[in-house]
């Protein structure tokens, strides 16, 4: 089984900045890629940013210059910098990974439970 934890969602004024964790854990041979989505009320649930492994970040164009995704592989883990937070940024995020787990022919994407981001005007 393969699970996914965030951390580090919480409440902010405009300006400010947040660093989002996301660790997987479990039976896993292989991540190819990682990232970050977010869903806010009403609306879709749209990617930030991901990474794939020994790959380039791929970011929304929203976030771009204010966001930095970053991995660590040895911990399974990634990474989200947010600074300069707008109330735009308001909403659950979410950390997705593809994920090859160990005796499996084919990888699965998984998604962690969310965190909450609110930024305050």
């Known amino acids: 089984q393969v699970r996914l934890v965030e951390s580090g969602g919480g409440l902010v004024q405009a300006g400010g900045s947040l660093k989002l964790s996301c660790v997987a854990s479990g039976s896993i041979f292989g991540i190819t890629k990682m990232g970050w989505y977010r869903e806010a009320p009403g609306q879709t649930r749209d990617l930030v940013a991901d990474?794939?492994?020994?790959?380039?970040?791929d970011y929304a164009d929203s976030v771009k210059g204010r966001f930095t995704i970053s991995r660590d592989y040895a911990k399974n883990a990634v990474f989200l910098q947010m600074n300069n937070l707008q109330p735009d940024d308001t909403a659950a995020y979410f950390c997705k990974a593809s994920i090859m787990r160990r005796g499996a022919d084919y990888e699965f994407d998984y998604w962690g439970q969310g965190t909450q981001v609110t930024v305050s005007s």
């Open positions: 990474l794939l492994t020994a790959g380039t970040p």
